[in-house]
């Protein structure tokens, strides 16, 4: 069972910067992958972006441009750089892991272990 952690998130105005980070209990596989999701209140949970073993990622088109999703293999680590925020960016957002298969597809269903959230409002 994988085990994460999220922070770095907080407040900001639009137009600002925030990066979220997030700590893996373990090693993840070649088949594995890792992604950002978020919820706003009162909607379903979105992909946000995601990257596999090979470094490869995909993002919403709500977010290209602007977030950068990235791992650290070494430290265990999944990084989310948003840029440019914007209020509708405001949700809470989640790391999430996928064991067992290597997929680019932006879907919540597929990922089966989750973090608790770290918040991110824009105003």
């Known amino acids: 069972h994988v085990q994460l952690v999220e922070s770095g998130g907080g407040s900001v105005q639009a137009g600002g910067s925030l990066r979220l980070a997030c700590t893996i209990s373990k090693s993840l596989d070649s088949s594995d992958c890792l992604g950002w999701f978020r919820q706003a209140p009162g909607k379903e949970r979105e992909g946000v972006a995601v990257i596999d073993s090979d470094g490869r990622t995909n993002y919403a088109d709500s977010v290209k441009g602007r977030f950068t999703i990235s791992k650290d293999n070494t430290k265990n680590t999944l990084d989310l750089q948003m840029q440019g925020l914007k209020p509708e960016d405001t949700a809470m957002y989640y790391c999430?892991?996928?064991?067992?298969?290597?997929?680019?597809?932006?879907?919540?269903?597929?990922?089966?272990?989750w973090g608790q959230g770290t918040q991110v409002t824009v105003s």
């Open positions: 999430a892991a996928r064991t067992g298969g290597r997929t680019l597809i932006l879907a919540a269903i597929l990922y089966s272990s």
